[in-house]
């Protein structure tokens, strides 16, 4: 026993000298290349990782190199062997976590735990192809999910499958070859016409919504930015503008996070505007002081109680004054932000001005969205050519 207690002591002092278990000394296989190991953290947890190359040099620089990444932290993965699900979990968490605001990042979340992975999670990224994708799209489909929610599904696996792209780790992205599911005799977006908004606003003069439906008609703003801006984000002196970062959900638990591009943007007001605002924050004034209890004194459009208001209560108020206007109680408090971007194309505010204005991500979507007005544009254009001769 005492012989082996140096033996047993060395090689407690090697695993501490060398954690990683890894040799210096690449061995060669059978099949003539070579090969070496170390033990590394990895996507799905610390593991025994081997390195192959042609000669014992190649198959140590590599080892060399996943060890230096190692020591920063970095988690290795293997792209021959990284799998669907190791690759949806590492986008989540090292991109889209700081890509896309709360409210997407859960959404993204969610479809990879409940759908994406349990289909695609075991297959390896490099097999991956655009059948699989399809055999997807037809079992959503055939287990009664909305054809346009399983094309948003289709959507986040090619958003992480374009990182993937990207990263080296496959050489195009399957999901873009397969067209996404989408319901065909859904709702297309309304405009209301110039004289149509005119008499929505005039309806709502005087009422608690008329500086709420102002701006959704001349700021283009996303019903959840408007229902969690807050006073200290506009500004009404010199060069009036509001500052949009914020967006309300209320559709379940009200939650409060960043736009849905996750990007901050001014948005410049008029005079006329101007005065709407300020008429609305001395009434508001009036209301909290009237009122027994008042939650939140910092929001512009809150509830009767100083809350986030929710959905369902400016749906309320929209569909009762387009009565008052006598226009149809169908439309969406969405399609006032389609009014005003269509309404501004018309006018002739270039289109990637137009977008900025709408906080689209791109311009690329903004022309998508409204290729119909630019369409109408162009043969109004050609009409008029006619006209003249």
């Known amino acids: 026993m005492a012989r082996d207690l140096p033996y047993h002591g060395a090689v407690a002092r090697a695993k501490r000298k060398n954690p990683n278990r890894a040799g210096t000394d690449a061995r060669k296989r059978k099949d003539g290349r070579y090969e070496t190991r170390a033990t590394l953290n990895t996507?799905?947890?610390?593991?025994?990782?081997?390195?192959?190359?042609?000669?014992?040099?190649?198959a140590n620089n590599k080892k060399f190199q996943a060890l230096a990444d190692h020591s920063k932290g970095v988690l290795f993965s293997d792209p021959a062997r990284l799998t669907v699900g190791e690759h949806l979990q590492s986008w989540l968490t090292d991109t889209a976590r700081y890509q896309v605001s709360e409210g997407t990042f859960e959404r993204y979340e969610r479809t990879c735990r409940n759908h994406l992975v349990p289909f695609f999670g075991r297959l390896r990224l490099r097999e991956l192809t655009a059948a699989h994708v399809r055999a997807f799209k037809a079992r959503k489909i055939e287990e009664g999910l909305n054809p346009n929610t399983v094309g948003v599904m289709?959507?986040?696996?090619?958003?992480?499958?374009?990182?993937?792209?990207?990263?080296?780790?496959?050489?195009?992205?399957?999901?873009?070859?397969?067209?996404?599911?989408?319901?065909?005799?859904?709702?297309?977006?309304?405009?209301?016409?110039?004289?149509?908004?005119?008499?929505?606003?005039?309806?709502?003069?005087?009422?608690?919504?008329?500086?709420?439906?102002?701006?959704?008609?001349?700021?283009?703003?996303?019903?959840?930015?408007?229902?969690?801006?807050?006073?200290?984000?506009?500004?009404?002196?010199?060069?009036?503008?509001?500052?949009?970062?914020?967006?309300?959900?209320?559709?379940?638990?009200?939650?409060?996070?960043?736009?849905?591009?996750g990007k901050e943007r001014k948005v410049h007001i008029g005079p006329r505007t101007v005065?709407?605002?300020?008429?609305?924050?001395?009434?508001?004034?009036?209301?909290?002081?009237?009122?027994?209890?008042?939650?939140?004194?910092?929001?512009?459009?809150?509830?009767?109680?100083?809350?986030?208001?929710?959905?369902?209560?400016?749906?309320?108020?929209?569909?009762?004054?387009?009565?008052?206007?006598?226009?149809?109680?169908?439309?969406?408090?969405?399609?006032?932000?389609?009014?005003?971007?269509?309404?501004?194309?018309?006018?002739?505010?270039?289109?990637?001005?137009?977008?900025?204005?709408?906080g689209h991500a791109d311009p690329a979507m903004t022309l998508r969205r409204y290729a119909h007005v630019l369409d109408d544009m162009r043969e109004d254009a050609a009409q008029a050519m006619d006209d003249l001769f």
């Open 275 to 358: 005065e709407v605002l300020k008429a609305h924050r001395a009434r508001q004034l009036e209301e909290r002081m009237a009122a027994t209890s008042w939650a939140d004194p910092g929001l512009v459009f809150p509830n009767t109680k100083g809350k986030i208001r929710r959905r369902d209560s400016v749906m309320r108020s929209l569909r009762h004054l387009l009565e008052e206007a006598g226009l149809p109680k169908n439309v969406r408090f969405h399609d006032l932000r389609h009014t005003a971007g269509t309404l501004a194309l018309r006018q002739g505010v270039p289109l990637h001005t137009v977008s900025k204005m709408l």
């Open 43 to 58: 996507t799905m947890g610390r593991r025994r990782v081997s390195f192959y190359g042609d000669t014992a040099e190649e």
């Open 154 to 261: 289709q959507g986040v696996l090619s958003t992480a499958l374009n990182q993937a792209v990207d990263d080296g780790l496959i050489p195009s992205n399957p999901a873009s070859r397969v067209k996404k599911a989408v319901k065909r005799e859904q709702a297309p977006m309304r405009s209301l016409s110039q004289e149509e908004a005119s008499s929505l606003l005039g309806a709502a003069v005087g009422t608690r919504d008329e500086a709420l439906l102002t701006l959704a008609l001349r700021t283009r703003m996303r019903q959840g930015e408007l229902a969690a801006l807050r006073w200290e984000d506009v500004d009404l002196t010199d060069k009036p503008s509001i500052t949009v970062w914020r967006s309300a959900d209320t559709r379940t638990k009200t939650r409060v996070s960043t736009t849905k591009t």
